[in-house]
């Protein structure tokens, strides 16, 4: 995994390659297999195809005309519920406090990084966008207000040549035993 670690990157450009059904299966498929807090597996998955949708998302994601490039956008959408069982009314914005969100986004956040790294592992291209509010994403994709996007990752077929952005030494972050 080293290979995929050190050359994966960012893309904002796409050609217009269409991805496979079997390969978005692929990805997901990764993203599935991810750790999770007490196995509790908060993730879901809405594929974006719709030229039209990926324009909605691409505005509310701080209007990022690049995203639309990509032939398949994968929005990660986190559900509380795995933890939080009751049948309480839960409204999850950037400003809620409840310890168990932070659990989920997390968890969430592993699952999408599975996702990048297995992208990169087929050749395809990949970046993950979140630049956008909870009330603004979850109206165009009819998620409801107890389920949180943690992000969007746009897949493709790269249309640049580049390098990945530089990194900090290995010996400028490491500690041993304490700070």
């Not at 409840?98 to 996702?115: M, S």
């Not at 790294?117 to 979850?138: G, K, P, V, Y």
Request: hydrophobic fraction near 40%.
């Amino acid at each position: 995994m080293i290979r995929e670690i050190t050359t994966r990157k960012s893309t904002r450009k796409y050609n217009n390659t269409p991805v496979t059904d079997e390969k978005i299966l692929q990805l997901i498929e990764s993203a599935r297999l991810a750790p999770s807090g007490s196995n509790t597996q908060p993730w879901n998955f809405i594929i974006v195809r719709s030229e039209e949708t990926k324009a909605q998302i691409a505005w509310v994601d701080g209007n990022q005309a690049w995203m639309k490039s990509a032939p398949v956008f994968i929005v990660c959408v986190a559900d509380i519920r795995c933890r939080l069982k009751d049948d309480e009314n839960i409204y999850l914005d950037e400003n809620c406090d409840l310890p168990e969100l932070k659990q989920i986004i997390r968890d969430c956040a592993i699952a999408i990084e599975h996702i990048l790294l297995e992208a990169e592992h087929m050749n395809l291209a990949s970046c993950w966008t979140a630049w956008f509010t909870q009330d603004e994403i979850r109206p165009i994709l009819d998620i409801p207000n107890d389920r949180y996007v943690v992000g969007v990752v746009t897949i493709g077929y790269s249309d640049i040549v580049g390098k990945p952005a530089p990194r900090r030494s290995l010996q400028s972050m490491i500690r041993y035993e304490k700070w």
